[in-house]
């Protein structure tokens, strides 16, 4: 077979290997559920946007997207993440070092964070970097 004949099947064996890669993605049995400290703004933070800030506020973690991708809470406000995929998740800020992370979360666990200065906190999810939202503290 020529070469040119070659990198469809090349490209058909890649792809298929990414596949089985994403697959096997976020596969563990480890993760709690606790609370954590306060967290402190991101470099380059900002306030605004997000809606009205409440006191505590709820993010579920399904079909790979956090919901609401963004929320408002007022300084001192916590949020709490629930992931209900049957893959693990985590909520990690986005800056280094890590502001705040609710550590992996396996089916049905929840975490809460509380948010003590007001600032915009990016954050994702460590297994699946495409997962991403935003904390608004007011």
Same mark, same amino acid.
């Given at each position: 077979?020529?070469?040119?004949? !070659?990198?469809?099947?090349?490209?058909?064996?890649?792809?298929?290997?990414?596949? !089985?890669?994403?697959?096997?993605?976020?596969?563990?049995?480890? %993760?709690? *559920?606790? *609370? #954590?400290?306060?967290?402190?703004?991101?470099?380059?933070?900002?306030?605004?946007?997000?809606?009205?800030?409440?006191?505590?506020?709820?993010?579920?973690?399904?079909?790979?997207?956090?919901?609401?991708?963004?929320?408002?809470?007022?300084? %001192?406000?916590?949020?709490?993440?629930?992931?209900?995929? *049957?893959?693990?998740?985590?909520?990690?800020?986005?800056?280094?070092?890590?502001?705040?992370?609710?550590?992996? !979360?396996?089916?049905? #666990?929840?975490?809460?964070?509380?948010?003590?200065?007001?600032?915009?906190?990016?954050? !994702?999810?460590?297994?699946?970097?495409?997962? #991403?939202?935003?904390?608004?503290?007011?």
């Amino acid at each position: 077979m020529s070469p040119r004949g !070659l990198r469809p099947l090349l490209l058909l064996a890649l792809l298929a290997l990414s596949a !089985l890669a994403l697959g096997a993605c976020g596969k563990s049995s480890s %993760g709690g *559920s606790s *609370s #954590q400290g306060g967290a402190a703004p991101q470099a380059g933070a900002s306030s605004g946007g997000g809606g009205p800030a409440e006191a505590a506020a709820k993010v579920t973690i399904a079909s790979y997207k956090f919901m609401p991708a963004s929320i408002t809470v007022k300084a %001192g406000g916590t949020v709490t993440w629930t992931n209900t995929d *049957s893959d693990r998740h985590t909520a990690s800020s986005d800056a280094e070092p890590r502001v705040f992370d609710t550590n992996t !979360l396996n089916k049905g #666990q929840s975490k809460a964070v509380s948010f003590k200065k007001p600032g915009t906190y990016k954050y !994702l999810c460590v297994y699946h970097a495409f997962m #991403q939202g935003t904390v608004v503290v007011k």
